[in-house]
């Protein structure tokens, strides 16, 4: 079967209000469209057609917070008059198929409410993760320019009930866009003022509100924009369409996943991340299985049995996560003894992605939970795996250290600088041929010039991941580094780019530099470096602290940015580029070479011993 019969065929298994006759309009590369003359909505497939199918009673989300003590449950029914409802809270205020809706919500129900509600309406949403600071949802406010933006009072940290509303609030005075309306869900631990005029109340607006259907919308409109790190200040706003993404989505939940209407499904991630929008959302509901919403930790919300309680007690079937969850797991309960007061046999498998997953974590988590532990490859823009074990289709063998072979839909490649293939197990970039599959991103929000220039012009002919890896004899990927300035973080992405624009933004910083170094529970933490400038005169510890605050402010704690020291000068090459690399390495105590192209070779000593004063090691040349 060819690409296009491959996915006509997938088309046929979703719903259409009008099929399509098109399925792969190749007119104007890079921009392809898949199923472009067919007629569908997301919310449709992922509630009406289930509770048209009699699943109207069964369980279609499950809500369980440790953090506050609650948990919930939704039949598709219950879900189904929720989101319509909602939708016509949206549509009260005006909002209309096309419109932006921004969702800054905590892992409650009503956020996934919200994000249905908005692909009712044909609208666009786009979901800002709860830990970002006021800055940075101001940025994605103003690119998005959304006409409603529904939040909530707070989000609950282990340690901290976080108000989100006073953030939204700083974040609506930074931007230039102003929304017509916001609408807020009170929770009981944290109220909040609310403008008149601006803010509604989400119970009130509810009691208020008449249900409304789905609207019919093209194959190619917009399902929601999610911004993900890019080298600048300025995120990508990754543009995912409708017809693609439910037939991918669904297609995946069976054949990689393998998963079947009915199943529990249980992505411990983020609305606020792409695993969050495929895998907590939209793929679990289009398949027709239970999903779980879970408000918590892998550790501490009570301890690091939290993850097999949930499976025991939700009965779930496959659970994914990121590889970073299991280490924080095994740190604190290495022998899995936690895992004795739970039934976890319910469970098939479980897949982790978002970051490389270390052969240890991996075979810790096969030995604690005796199911295949499937390493799982994507990004954000791709909006679901590129490289895969398809469990639907056949279980290969399990290497460490890969996440198998590229699935159907991707023609994965590396490249060499000049453009060329490269031979088995020989590294370089790794690039993916033209067309990408259906779901995923077909454009950036406000910047086809930057879809382009980002991804399509280095390789023409080829989308380039920004992974640098192998494929090996057999065919199996090993996804190795990034070859830009992105660093995963708990696998959370972030620019280091982004961040040296914060630091630069201090008053006493003249130059600065960011680098990923390695961590052994969070895979990377970001480090800063700054130089300040020459009349300073106050206490150093100050103005770090100072730095550390500026991004947990500017961009949120979720980056995690604590490891911070000033130094003398930075490390730069004689035309000026600073060696960020080599002091990567210095910091990862991994072996390094004095590059040939340094300006100054002393200063790396004195790198040296600011990174050790960090507690990071380093090691001879
Ligand atoms: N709202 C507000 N603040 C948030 C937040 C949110 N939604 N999510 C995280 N934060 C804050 C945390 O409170 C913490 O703040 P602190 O510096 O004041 O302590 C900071 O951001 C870092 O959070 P986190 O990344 O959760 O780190 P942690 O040290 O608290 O926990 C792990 C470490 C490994 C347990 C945690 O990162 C985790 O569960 N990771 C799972 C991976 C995951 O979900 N990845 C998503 C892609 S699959
Ligand atoms: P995000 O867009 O936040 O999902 O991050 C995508 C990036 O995370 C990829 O480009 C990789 O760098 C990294 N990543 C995700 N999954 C894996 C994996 N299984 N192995 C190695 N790196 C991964």
């Given at each position: 079967m060819n690409n296009r019969e491959f996915w006509r065929h997938a088309a046929a298994n979703i719903h259409w209000y009008q099929a399509p006759d098109?399925?792969?309009?190749?007119?104007n590369p890079p921009f392809y469209r898949w199923f472009s003359d067919g007629s569908t909505n997301a919310c449709y497939n992922a509630l009406d057609l289930h509770v048209e199918q009699g699943?109207?009673?069964?369980?279609?989300l499950i809500y369980d917070s440790p953090i506050t003590a609650t948990k919930r449950q939704y039949s598709y029914n219950e879900l189904l008059d929720e989101v319509s409802q909602f939708a016509g809270v949206l549509a009260a205020q005006?909002?209309?198929?096309g419109d932006r809706v921004i969702v800054y919500m905590p892992m409650v129900p009503e956020a996934l409410i919200a994000m249905l509600a908005c692909a009712r309406l044909g609208a666009v949403h786009s979901v800002v993760f709860g830990g970002f600071a006021s800055n940075e949802l101001a940025v994605r406010i103003d690119d998005a320019s959304p006409k409603v933006i529904v939040s909530a009072t707070c989000g609950v940290e282990p340690a901290r009930v976080v108000p989100y509303k006073p953030l939204l609030d700083a974040a609506i005075d930074l931007a230039k866009h102003k929304p017509c309306a916001c609408i807020i869900l009170r929770r009981p631990m944290q109220d909040a003022s609310m403008i008149s005029g601006r803010d509604l109340d989400w119970a009130e607006a509810m009691a208020d509100a008449q249900p409304v259907p789905c609207v019919p919308v093209a194959a190619?409109?917009?399902?929601y924009i999610l911004y993900t790190s890019g080298t600048?200040?300025?995120?990508k706003g990754v543009v995912r369409d409708t017809g693609g993404s439910i037939v991918a989505l669904k297609w995946s939940m069976k054949n990689i996943y393998n998963v079947a209407p009915g199943d529990v499904y249980w992505?411990?991630?983020?609305?606020?991340w792409v695993v969050g929008h495929s895998y907590i959302v939209y793929g679990p509901l289009f398949a027709g299985c239970t999903t779980v919403i879970y408000e918590g930790k892998p550790v501490g919300t009570p301890d690091p049995g939290a993850f097999w309680r949930v499976i025991a007690e939700h009965k779930v079937n496959v659970m994914f996560t990121a590889p970073t969850a299991f280490r924080a797991i095994k740190k604190e309960d290495p022998q899995g003894?936690?895992?004795?007061?739970?039934?976890?046999?319910?469970?098939e498998s479980l897949f982790l992605a978002g970051e490389r997953c270390d052969p240890n974590t991996l075979a810790w988590a096969e030995d604690k939970l005796g199911v295949p532990v499937i390493d799982h490859w994507w990004q954000t823009e791709t909006?679901?795996?590129?490289?895969?074990?398809c469990l639907g289709i056949e279980l290969l063998p399990i290497v460490p250290g890969s996440p198998a072979r590229a699935v159907p839909g991707y023609d994965v490649q590396v490249l060499n600088e000049q453009g060329e293939q490269v031979a088995a197990g020989d590294i370089g970039a790794l690039v993916i041929k033209q067309?990408?599959?259906?779901?995923?991103?077909?454009t950036l929000w406000n910047a086809e010039d930057r879809y382009i220039s980002a991804?399509?012009?280095?390789?023409?002919?080829y989308y380039e991941t920004g992974d640098a890896g192998y494929i090996d004899e057999n065919g199996y990927i090993f996804v190795m580094a990034r070859t830009d300035d992105v660093i995963n973080v708990a696998g959370h992405r972030f620019s280091t780019g982004a961040m040296e624009e914060v630091l630069a933004?201090?008053?006493?910083?003249a130059e600065c530099a960011v680098v990923g170094v390695a961590d052994p529970m969070k895979g990377q933490l970001p480090l800063g470096l700054l130089v300040l400038n020459a009349d300073v005169d106050r206490p150093l510890e100050d103005i770090v602290a100072e730095s550390i605050q500026l991004m947990r402010d500017k961009i949120?704690?979720?980056?995690?940015?604590k490891l911070c020291a000033v130094v003398e000068r930075l490390p730069k090459t004689?035309?000026?580029?600073?060696l960020r690399g080599t002091m990567r390495n210095i910091a990862d105590g991994e072996r390094w070479k004095m590059p040939a192209?340094?300006?100054?070779?002393i200063i790396l000593d004195e790198i040296s011993s600011a990174l050790q004063t960090l507690g990071y090691a380093n090691q001879a040349r």
């Amino acid at each position: 079967m060819n690409n296009r019969e491959f996915w006509r065929h997938a088309a046929a298994n979703i719903h259409w209000y009008q099929a399509p006759d098109t399925v792969l309009d190749e007119e104007n590369p890079p921009f392809y469209r898949w199923f472009s003359d067919g007629s569908t909505n997301a919310c449709y497939n992922a509630l009406d057609l289930h509770v048209e199918q009699g699943r109207g009673d069964q369980a279609a989300l499950i809500y369980d917070s440790p953090i506050t003590a609650t948990k919930r449950q939704y039949s598709y029914n219950e879900l189904l008059d929720e989101v319509s409802q909602f939708a016509g809270v949206l549509a009260a205020q005006g909002v209309e198929k096309g419109d932006r809706v921004i969702v800054y919500m905590p892992m409650v129900p009503e956020a996934l409410i919200a994000m249905l509600a908005c692909a009712r309406l044909g609208a666009v949403h786009s979901v800002v993760f709860g830990g970002f600071a006021s800055n940075e949802l101001a940025v994605r406010i103003d690119d998005a320019s959304p006409k409603v933006i529904v939040s909530a009072t707070c989000g609950v940290e282990p340690a901290r009930v976080v108000p989100y509303k006073p953030l939204l609030d700083a974040a609506i005075d930074l931007a230039k866009h102003k929304p017509c309306a916001c609408i807020i869900l009170r929770r009981p631990m944290q109220d909040a003022s609310m403008i008149s005029g601006r803010d509604l109340d989400w119970a009130e607006a509810m009691a208020d509100a008449q249900p409304v259907p789905c609207v019919p919308v093209a194959a190619n409109d917009p399902l929601y924009i999610l911004y993900t790190s890019g080298t600048t200040g300025q995120p990508k706003g990754v543009v995912r369409d409708t017809g693609g993404s439910i037939v991918a989505l669904k297609w995946s939940m069976k054949n990689i996943y393998n998963v079947a209407p009915g199943d529990v499904y249980w992505a411990a991630s983020d609305v606020g991340w792409v695993v969050g929008h495929s895998y907590i959302v939209y793929g679990p509901l289009f398949a027709g299985c239970t999903t779980v919403i879970y408000e918590g930790k892998p550790v501490g919300t009570p301890d690091p049995g939290a993850f097999w309680r949930v499976i025991a007690e939700h009965k779930v079937n496959v659970m994914f996560t990121a590889p970073t969850a299991f280490r924080a797991i095994k740190k604190e309960d290495p022998q899995g003894k936690l895992l004795q007061q739970y039934d976890t046999s319910c469970l098939e498998s479980l897949f982790l992605a978002g970051e490389r997953c270390d052969p240890n974590t991996l075979a810790w988590a096969e030995d604690k939970l005796g199911v295949p532990v499937i390493d799982h490859w994507w990004q954000t823009e791709t909006g679901w795996p590129i490289c895969s074990n398809c469990l639907g289709i056949e279980l290969l063998p399990i290497v460490p250290g890969s996440p198998a072979r590229a699935v159907p839909g991707y023609d994965v490649q590396v490249l060499n600088e000049q453009g060329e293939q490269v031979a088995a197990g020989d590294i370089g970039a790794l690039v993916i041929k033209q067309p990408l599959p259906p779901g995923t991103f077909t454009t950036l929000w406000n910047a086809e010039d930057r879809y382009i220039s980002a991804y399509f012009s280095r390789y023409p002919g080829y989308y380039e991941t920004g992974d640098a890896g192998y494929i090996d004899e057999n065919g199996y990927i090993f996804v190795m580094a990034r070859t830009d300035d992105v660093i995963n973080v708990a696998g959370h992405r972030f620019s280091t780019g982004a961040m040296e624009e914060v630091l630069a933004d201090h008053p006493d910083v003249a130059e600065c530099a960011v680098v990923g170094v390695a961590d052994p529970m969070k895979g990377q933490l970001p480090l800063g470096l700054l130089v300040l400038n020459a009349d300073v005169d106050r206490p150093l510890e100050d103005i770090v602290a100072e730095s550390i605050q500026l991004m947990r402010d500017k961009i949120g704690p979720v980056a995690a940015f604590k490891l911070c020291a000033v130094v003398e000068r930075l490390p730069k090459t004689r035309s000026g580029k600073i060696l960020r690399g080599t002091m990567r390495n210095i910091a990862d105590g991994e072996r390094w070479k004095m590059p040939a192209t340094i300006d100054d070779p002393i200063i790396l000593d004195e790198i040296s011993s600011a990174l050790q004063t960090l507690g990071y090691a380093n090691q001879a040349r």
